[in-house]
Nanobody
């Protein structure tokens, strides 16, 4: 497993932007895939975005065109740039790491390591 630490959450008005960061205890380059999930109150934790070891990216439909996942190997950090935020984007956002590549990229069970989460609140 690896240790993950998220930061960058906060309160923002609808239409605004936030950038989340996830510092990884080893170089993201050596991890099969990294992802962001989110969990709103009373709901299940849902997939948001993923970046693979090769740099391929995938997004859930509701954030396509608004969110961008990226990584900086020199800083051992994965980012989630969130633009045009909506109230329905409000949730606790979690960073996750899959070291082995098993399972579907959008499934929680595919990821062995998780951060503590960072709260994102979008006001209308």
């Amino acid at each position: 497993q690896v240790q993950l630490a998220e930061s960058g959450g906060g309160l923002v008005q609808a239409g605004g932007s936030l950038t989340l960061a996830c510092v990884v205890s080893r170089r993201p380059f050596n991890i099969y895939r990294m992802a962001w999930f989110r969990q709103a109150p009373g709901k299940e934790r849902d997939f948001v975005a993923m970046i693979s070891k090769s740099g391929s990216t995938y997004y859930t439909d509701s954030v396509k065109g608004r969110f961008t996942i990226s990584r900086d190997n020199a800083k051992n950090t994965v980012y989630l740039q969130m633009n045009s935020l909506k109230p329905e984007d409000s949730a606790v956002y979690y960073c996750a790491a899959d070291l082995t590549g098993g399972g579907n990229y959008n499934a929680e069970v595919a990821y062995e390591s998780w951060g503590q989460g960072t709260q994102v609140t979008v006001s209308s």
